[in-house]
């Protein structure tokens, strides 16, 4: 079936250090792709998608593209902040009710 | 303001109960979603819902029930047969059954001893 494999955590990094997080994909179909966050105590916020290959998508400073190729869709960001702190998941939906989800990275940002 | 929101924040209960985890949306979505998380892992799939009147089980339904008679509710009851139910519990909708976007409550974090 369909999944989702992210890198481990934790990821910690000093305030305006370059961030990635990789996720890779298997899928039979066309999925799409998505970025979740998640702050402590609180439920999962979607960050950014991307429907279709080599659609790039972006929101607050974050990016990620469809990687067909690769079956990847890492997400970066140039200049971390505190605030950035939480955990990040990757998902794919193939078939709407079919949301897969990674295990989810949590990133802490140093002053 | 559009959303979903969950109630309670915190739920106790004793072993051997059931309790009943509230749900409501006011998105004018049609498909709900309930999924569970553990301590760093993903989120699995409990049950889920296209229309009203009708539900499907997702991965983990043992020991859940759902009902779905108003298209803003979809309450999840955690019973007694569910050997290890203290975990946080998410519930999502999405405008449509087909759309991946799923739009997320709060979380109730279930504590049963």
């Known amino acids: 079936g369909d999944s989702v494999t992210q890198m481990e955590g934790p990821v910690t990094l000093s305030e305006e250090a370059f961030l990635t997080i990789n996720c890779t994909y298997t899928a039979t179909g066309y999925p799409s792709l998505f970025w979740y966050v998640q702050y402590p105590g609180e439920g999962l916020q979607l960050l950014l998608k991307a429907t279709k290959a080599d659609d790039k998508g972006s929101n607050k400073g974050f990016e990620a593209t469809y990687r067909k190729e690769t079956t990847s869709f890492h997400l970066e960001k140039g200049s971390v902040q505190v605030s950035d702190s939480a955990v990040y998941f990757c998902?794919?939906?193939?078939?709407?009710?079919?949301?897969?989800f990674g295990a989810g990275t949590r990133l802490t940002v140093k002053p | 303001d559009g959303g979903i929101t969950q109630s309670p924040k915190y739920l106790f209960r004793k072993e051997g109960q059931n309790v009943t985890l509230s749900c409501e949306q006011n998105?004018?979505?049609?498909?709900m979603y309930w999924y569970r998380q553990d301590p760093g892992q993903g989120l699995r799939l409990i049950y889920y819902?296209?229309?009203?009147?009708?539900?499907q089980k997702g991965d983990i339904a043992e020991g859940y029930s759902v009902s779905r008679e108003k298209k803003e509710s979809f309450p999840l009851t955690v019973t007694s047969a569910q050997k290890n139910p203290t975990a946080f519990y998410l519930c999502?909708?999405?405008?449509?059954?087909?759309?991946?976007?799923?739009?997320f409550g709060p979380g109730t974090r279930l504590t049963v001893t």
């Open positions: 998902a794919l939906s193939d078939r709407g009710n079919d949301m897969r």
């Open positions: 819902s296209q229309i009203v009147n009708d539900f």
């Open positions: 998105l004018n979505h049609d498909a």
């Open positions: 999502a909708s999405s405008l449509t059954p087909l759309t991946g976007e799923q739009y």
